[in-house]
């Protein structure tokens, strides 16, 4: 797997506003990589884990957290660190709060991608260029136009689409968890904790590959590329166009010996 080469990649062909984010689920602090920060033992603060997620894109900083770290119960859930209990998966406490009913919010939160409860003890997250670690999943935030770019790239390795749920909210499940249960990526819309709390702005969406595509998907952003795809999209310029017609009786007039 070379990580390098996936960010002289997106560099090079979709040019992102931030490094690509390498997250890796650990089962013993032994694991985490030297210099790893984590919120509560380094900032004296518990946060959700799209924040901690958004110090390594935006501040280059590699995070680990565990459950202790943990503000947001959707994010515990998500990467296994609590058990998706009856209470959490019959909607008793109106979270997310948007949703219309208990009845609503339960069908919602039973179709949430989560892992294995204990399964893993951390998670870490680093800019690709800090990351020592072979990831579980590669996140990815750009405006739509890059992002559909890159899933060119998806499309060139796998042929087929690729999948996007979205719910307003609990975007890390959709980013890391199905990503690592299905093998496949994700095109996700961030929700109201990734835009609140982890600054994500309303102009970025992110994609999601496995970490097993990482050299295909760097290869195939080459191939695309060389194919004709291209980020800044090319726009069709060769056409005739039209202008008012006082502009052509200008021109009329400035081609004939009138003076």
């Known amino acids: 797997m070379d990580l390098a080469r996936l960010g002289q990649a997106v560099e090079t062909y979709v040019r992102l506003g931030t490094p690509p984010v390498a997250i890796r689920m650990l089962d013993s602090a032994e694991e ?63 979270i997310p709060y948007w949703f219309s009913s208990q009845e609503v919010t339960a069908n919602m939160l039973q179709g949430m991608a989560h ?14 260029e800090r990351a020592t670690f072979e990831p579980h999943v590669v996140v990815m935030y750009g405006d739509p ?48 904790g990734d835009r609140m709390l982890a600054m994500t702005q309303d102009h970025e969406t992110s994609l999601a590959i496995p970490g097993s595509m990482v050299d295909a998907f760097a290869d195939a952003l080459e191939a695309t590329h060389k194919a004709g795809a291209r980020y800044p999209t090319r726009t069709y310029l060769v056409f005739g166009g039209t202008m008012p017609s006082r502009f052509g009786q200008m021109m009329e007039y400035l081609e004939s010996d009138e003076d």
């Open 32 to 94: 985490m990589p030297e210099r790893t920060r984590m919120p509560m033992r380094d900032f004296g603060v518990k946060m959700p884990l799209c924040q901690g997620t958004a110090l390594a894109r935006r501040n280059g900083v590699v995070v680990a957290m565990s459950q202790e770290d943990m503000l947001c119960p959707i994010g515990s859930v998500a990467v296994g660190f609590v058990p998706a209990k009856k209470g959490f998966l019959d909607g008793r406490f109106d």
């Open 115 to 128: 892992l294995e409860h204990g399964r893993h003890k951390y998670i870490v997250a680093a800019p690709i």
């Open 145 to 192: 136009a890059q992002v559909a770019r890159m899933i060119q790239a998806v499309a060139y390795v796998t042929g087929e689409a690729v999948v996007s749920r979205s719910m307003g909210g609990g975007a890390c499940s959709e980013q890391i968890a199905r990503t690592i249960l299905t093998g496949k990526p994700q095109s996700v819309l961030a929700g109201g």
